[in-house]
């Protein structure tokens, strides 16, 4: 009696060449799927950078006199729960008061109709940002005037957060934070400071490789210097004004617990 023919060998193959491929093919949605999640996470978060909303225009630092605010609003909802969480804020403040409440206090810098601010990337990383003011979304305190236009405040944002970000990247809640930004951003817009912020202006320019900014605003910074220095202690006390109104109005924690 003849021995029945052996399937043939491409056969098996084949059929395990196709689960091979069913899971490739379900392995890589469901990275896909991750990624996606991920990135719908991080979106309703608010993380991550947002677009400038600010009109293309000519850096002026020679401009009108516009009042210069520091305002603060809590980060509500989903972001501010998340953000409490990440950072241990929201296990301290639940135990302190017995409740969830928008756990912290986003300050940023108000001049005009725009605010300046710091955020985070998707990495925790801080970046800058701006958006249009919506006026009783912020509690606002004027701490002084700068002659910047619009333009010339988003490029001193950046290159704030440029100087910020090379000592270090990540956010920090006590060292590298929003107040930590809206002060240092205040010491370089305001009155009496364009001399020294067009210097440092040019060698932010040329560390990112967009040349410099010196000779554009030569003959207005001297001009300004002659016409208009301020008092003797004027930038510093304007610097500790704020840093003073931002201890003031932030919420504390109880001093004997660790924020992380």
């Known amino acids: 009696m003849s021995k029945s023919p052996s399937p043939p060998e491409d056969g098996s193959h084949s059929a395990r060449s196709k689960m091979k491929g069913f899971l490739k093919e379900g392995l890589s949605r469901g990275k896909d799927e991750l990624l996606k999640g991920k990135l719908k996470l991080e979106h309703s978060l608010g993380l991550g950078h947002k677009p400038n909303v600010i009109p293309p225009d000519e850096v002026d630092i020679n401009a009108e006199h516009r009042a210069v605010e520091i305002g603060w609003h809590p980060v509500a909802g989903l972001a501010g729960k998340w953000f409490a969480e990440k950072t241990g804020l929201g296990r301290m ?73 090379t000592k270090q990247p990540g956010y920090n809640i006590i060292s590298n934070n929003c107040q930590n930004f809206a002060t240092l951003m205040l010491d370089a817009i305001q009155v009496g400071a364009h001399r020294e912020f067009a210097t440092s202006f040019a060698v932010y320019q040329r560390a990112i490789g967009a040349g410099s900014i010196t000779d554009l605003f030569a003959d207005k910074v001297e001009e300004e210097e002659e016409v208009e220095r301020p008092p003797e202690g004027f930038r510093l006390s304007v610097v500790q004004f704020a840093q003073k109104v931002m201890d003031q109005h932030t919420s504390k924690l109880d001093n004997h617990h660790s924020l992380f």
Do not use: S
């Open 93 to 165: 403040v639940t135990e302190k008061i017995h409740k969830y409440p928008d756990p912290t206090q986003h300050w940023a810098v108000l001049v005009g109709d725009y605010c300046h601010e710091l955020w985070m990337d998707e990495h925790l990383d801080v970046i800058y940002i701006n958006e249009k003011v919506v006026r009783e979304e912020w509690h606002t305190f004027e701490v002084g005037k700068t002659k910047f236009n619009d333009e010339a405040l988003r490029q001193a944002g950046e290159m704030v957060i440029y100087n910020m970000r």
